[in-house]
């Protein structure tokens, strides 16, 4: 079981949701927090001095008083039609995270939402009764508007859930998590809406994926500098102390734990080759340079997690509400920017060493990594499928951030393009899947046709997992079934778990 503690919401514990744990439950003291605040807002409704959010429309409407006796109305109104939402639905891991960043940051006290509001998000995410959240629709500020709405229109029993990978409307998913139809009451419904959980839940799981890239890298390169008879020397750990970037000091430590002990590296020590190509000898730099990237953003997506980024923020000690901008996820598109460029460099590095390994000329092997050339391509066409995707991801790199399209009649005239920054984010992820799978097929190949010199005993079962789902290649073959069959260990992460320990990327508890 996850307790809640709001404002206290850490990494681990957001992986395990996101991982299929819906057994949350909030800290008994945060119950008192968000009463407190819904009663702030029931004392500013009940003044009728004019509140955004509270009792006056929104946006440019913003200046239009709205009577006591429609509040209600209101509320309701504001969530069915910022219900617009299109595309395809967000995935379910990624809507649990987005249950749990809603509870996380209503629970705060600061939105003005009643405890029933949390009680059901909660009951919501324990029930496994997932909204379906179209994953387009936002431009990440005035918070995650449509897609947040899709969440909320399923309390007020409109819209479709999914339980168990089945399609249900949301009054079958009320029935299923327990829950009665809600009326939103002054305030719940732009509370609900407003916020950046649906691009920080995206740009989570896009860090999760990197992550797992990051690791699966680290494998697969030392298997291909044990493939192409490359140099251990570069991985000395002299040379990163003297440059003192932390990333690459402990990526070359983990490349020098798993290629230790290596008798092809021992086969070649009295080589005339002086140095190897930078896809080799420059890993450390590049992968603890995209390290160093993903632990920042990381940072980032952790205290968004905990953050109120709801407008107009109640403040229940004084009643004052107070209209900002917290709603505006600049940090969470920065975030998924750079991880989009770790991602895209991971595969960039990985597909130079697909094409290394296939040239005779730099790796020693035979062409294309295949004994019986000419007749057979070997893996001639898989390297072109590893540079289509690397090439892919020079385009989804580009930045979201720096793009704005101005919303709402310029009301929202700068917006930070989150949720897209995001998105694209899992888009390289897969590609770089793929790349990776690629390379393992190609390296693992090499290090068989180095017998009878065996690679180290680290990275033995790399081998061995690999061979025991994809033989040796001998003749020419239908290879994209070996391509799926690796991508889906990458990806599930059964290569990142070969990788020596790099340290986890939460930070120190306060």
């Known amino acids: 079981m996850i307790e809640l503690k709001p404002g206290r919401l850490r990494i681990a514990e957001i992986r395990a949701v996101y991982d299929g744990d819906s057994d949350v439950t909030l800290e008994p003291a945060a119950f008192n927090s968000i009463q407190d605040g819904a009663e702030a807002v029931a004392r500013i409704a009940n003044r009728g001095e004019a509140a955004y959010g509270v009792n006056t429309g929104f946006g440019r409407l913003a200046s239009k008083r709205i009577p006591r ?31 749990l960043l809603k509870i996380a940051s209503l629970a705060r006290g600061y939105s003005g939402v009643t405890v029933e509001v949390v009680e059901a998000l909660t009951r919501l995410l324990h029930a496994g009764v997932l909204p379906v959240i179209p994953s387009q629709g936002s431009v990440g500020a005035s918070g995650d508007l449509a897609p947040l709405a899709h969440l909320a229109t399923v309390l007020l029993g409109v819209g479709e859930v999914e339980v168990a990978g089945e399609r249900l409307s949301a009054l079958e998913g009320l029935r299923v998590a327990g829950i009665e139809v809600m009326t939103l009451r002054a305030k719940e419904g732009l509370a609900l809406l407003n916020g950046t959980q649906v691009s920080t839940a995206i740009a989570l799981a ?20 044990d493939a192409a008879a490359g140099s251990l020397t570069p991985f000395d750990p002299r040379i990163h102390e003297l440059r003192g970037q932390p990333g690459q000091i402990e990526v070359a430590s983990a490349y020098r734990a798993l290629l230790t ?57 004084t009643t004052e509400v107070l209209s900002g901008g917290n709603f505006h996820a600049e940090p ?24 290394l390994l296939i040239d005779t000329t730099l790796s020693g092997l035979p062409p294309f990594l295949v004994r019986d050339g000419g007749v057979n391509s070997g893996f001639m066409i898989a390297h072109v ?98 391509i799926e069959t690796v991508t889906r260990l990458v990806e599930t992460g059964q290569v990142a778990a070969l990788c020596p320990p790099i340290a986890p990327l939460e930070r120190k508890a306060p």
């Open 69 to 99: 006796d429609q509040l209600e109305l209101l509320q309701r109104n504001l969530v069915l039609s910022h219900a617009v939402g299109v595309g395809e639905p967000l995935p379910a891991p990624i809507v649990r995270l987005v249950l």
């Open 206 to 225: 896009g860090l999760f994926q990197v992550e797992n890239l990051l690791k699966t890298a680290v494998v697969s390169g030392a298997l291909s500098v």
């Open 261 to 317: 002990g290596s008798k092809i590296a021992l086969s070649h020590q009295d080589c005339e080759k002086v140095q190897d190509p930078y896809s080799l000898r420059c890993q450390p730099q590049v992968i603890g340079a995209c390290l160093d990237l993903i632990r920042n953003a990381a940072d980032t997506l952790e205290r968004e997690a905990n953050s109120v980024s709801d407008n107009p923020i109640v403040f229940p000690k």
């Open 385 to 482: 499928t590893a540079a289509s995707l690397a090439s892919e991801n020079k385009v989804l790199a580009h930045p979201a951030s720096v793009d704005s399209l101005p919303t709402s009649a310029n009301q929202e005239d700068h917006v930070s393009m989150a949720t897209f920054a995001a998105r694209k984010v899992r888009d390289i992820a897969r590609n770089v899947n793929s790349i990776l799978a690629i390379e393992l097929l190609a390296a693992v190949q090499g290090v068989d046709l180095r017998a009878p010199f065996a690679t180290s005993a680290q990275l033995a079962p790399a081998v061995a997992l690999i061979r025991g789902h994809v033989p040796h290649y001998d003749i020419d073959h239908y290879l994209a079934a070996d």
């Open 332 to 355: 969470v598109a920065f975030a998924a920017d750079t991880l989009a460029i770790a991602a895209a460099e991971i595969g960039a590095l990985a597909e130079r060493r697909i094409a």
